[in-house]
């Protein structure tokens, strides 16, 4: 189910941005169980994914999704059912945020935004202390409240980071985004730190439906440059989660343009986030991927 990483693989991505020794794990990023405890060294993340997650309208099913959602929750955090795995991260007294993007070309989904709702509520968390939000988060009493995060963004070419990602996905807690542009977004992990997001932050979620690997300017959009790939990432490290979704994304780039054709700009700020700001664990040595479902195109 595990695919290893060469140390060339890690290199094509990073474009020689150095490394750096994982942070130690805080409290909320250990898991309980014991074969999670015996590899709190490596950075757990689940890949699902199912050729069903899409109508013939590249339209999510909820159903699938929510199926999808369960498994890979389930396998993340070593459980048998998807509401105890939850418990393991969200508590029935918690304030809930699901940050998501409703970016009009490829949003969250409302089919992956109500999977995780429904399974917040079914942890115990009343419905008036859940919120869903993405341009609005400063001003939203739930998110002004909340005491957890879970973090759910599509992955994405981007024109200012390079790739559209979980840990870019909380510049909307900024008064002023534009001043996080500069060198490429390179220190976006700041805002996770700064605004007190990390601790509050139980998951991260990067979909991956109808990624987009290619872009021409700031808010490009073109229908071409997608594809079904028909997954979800999820881990409870966000650096570890957009790395993983980054190594798909150049693998689509490389397929279709049919040569190594790295972002423009790259999309450093995945890498600073561990090596500059220790938020988490980019290097694909350091993270156990886990890969569930569909194989076809998998990439990595």
């Known amino acids: 189910?595990?695919?290893?990483?060469?140390?060339?693989?890690?290199?094509?991505?990073?474009?020689?941005?150095?490394?750096?020794?994982?942070?130690?794990a805080?409290?909320?990023?250990?898991?309980?169980?014991?074969?999670?405890?015996q590899s709190s060294s490596r950075a757990r993340v689940v890949l699902i994914r199912d050729p069903e997650a899409l109508d013939n309208h590249k339209r999510p099913r909820a159903e699938v999704i929510q199926q999808m959602m369960d498994k890979a929750i389930m396998t993340l955090l070593d459980e048998k059912?998807?509401?105890?795995?939850w418990k393991r991260l969200i508590k029935p007294s918690d304030i809930v945020g699901i940050k998501s993007n409703v970016w009009r070309y490829i949003p969250t989904t409302t089919e992956v935004e109500q999977a995780i709702w429904r399974r917040v509520r079914d942890v115990g968390v009343p419905e008036e202390?859940?919120?869903?939000?993405d341009r609005g988060v400063r001003r939203n009493p739930i998110f002004q409240k909340a005491t957890a995060l879970i973090n759910a963004r599509p992955a994405r070419t981007h024109h200012w980071s390079g790739m559209g990602s979980c840990v870019k996905n909380y510049i909307m807690f900024v008064p002023r985004p534009s001043a996080y542009h500069g060198d490429s977004c390179a220190d976006l992990a700041r805002i996770w730190f700064?605004?007190?997001?990390?601790?509050?932050?139980?998951?991260?979620?990067?979909?991956m439906l109808t990624p987009l690997f290619h872009g021409i300017g700031p808010h490009h959009y073109s229908e071409k440059y997608t594809w079904s790939y028909c997954g979800l990432i999820l881990g409870v490290d966000p650096v570890a989660v957009d790395s993983t979704g980054l190594r798909i994304i150049e693998a689509k780039r490389k397929e279709y343009f049919g040569r190594e054709r790295p972002l423009q700009p790259p999309a450093k700020h995945i890498f600073l986030a561990e090596t500059r700001h220790h938020l988490g664990v980019a290097d694909p040595a350091k993270i156990e991927l886990i890969t569930l479902g569909w194989e076809e195109g998998r990439l990595i």
């Open 81 to 85: 059912d998807p509401v105890e795995a």
């Open 26 to 37: 805080e409290e909320l990023f250990r898991f309980n169980s014991r074969k999670a405890s």
């Open 1 to 24: 189910m595990k695919k290893p990483v060469t140390r060339r693989d890690f290199l094509k991505i990073t474009a020689a941005v150095p490394l750096a020794g994982l942070l130690p």
């Open 194 to 207: 700064e605004y007190g997001l990390k601790e509050k932050t139980r998951l991260n979620i990067l979909v």
């Open 129 to 133: 202390n859940i919120a869903i939000d």
